[in-house]
């Protein structure tokens, strides 16, 4: 058992934490071993997010407006927050399943909108801020040939029909 202080501590770090957080997902501890845990944490790390465990009590004192009631929380569940505006610790979640890591979203909290299991996983599955901006510049670096290509070949087609007649002239 913790003592006052500890607790104390984990309240500070928690009423933190909702205030920096960009949004959070909760997940379910059931079925998710200590090995899954760490290798969750490792990950998270990584792009500027952290797995937490917390007592509910606790998240209840540390915010009061917290949107989830106990009857939406029976299940045991930890805390998945998100510092950054790309939201790259959620997005990193759509690794684990090809590491055979099966996480069990419960809910999620973003922008001041709580999101429902579906909505969280759309979120999770948008392509990150990388991969749009590639996209992007592909985009415009074809609409640069495609524009490239139209202006030549007014002049291509005259070239080409000059030729034609200089060569049919001196038959």
Do not use: C
């Amino acid at each position: 058992m913790k003592t006052k202080k500890e607790k104390e501590k984990i309240l500070k770090d928690l009423v933190d934490k909702f205030k920096s957080a960009k949004g959070y997902l909760l997940v379910s501890l059931l079925k998710l071993p200590a090995d899954s845990q760490k290798r969750i944490r490792d990950l998270l790390k990584e792009n500027n997010s952290l797995f937490q465990v917390a007592k509910k009590t606790l998240v209840y004192k540390a915010n009061p407006d917290f949107p989830f009631t106990d009857e939406e929380l029976k299940l045991p569940f930890a805390f998945i927050w998100n510092f950054d505006e790309n939201l790259s610790g959620f997005q990193a979640l759509k690794n684990l399943k090809k590491e055979g890591i099966e996480l069990e979203i419960l809910k999620g909290y973003l922008q001041g909108k709580v999101l429902n299991k579906e909505e969280v996983l759309a979120v999770i599955n948008l392509p990150s801020k990388e991969e749009l901006v590639v996209k992007l510049i592909g985009s415009l670096k074809n609409q640069i040939y495609r524009l490239d290509n139209s202006l030549k070949y007014p002049l291509n087609k005259l070239i080409l029909l000059l030729s034609q007649i200089k060569s049919t002239d001196k038959h």
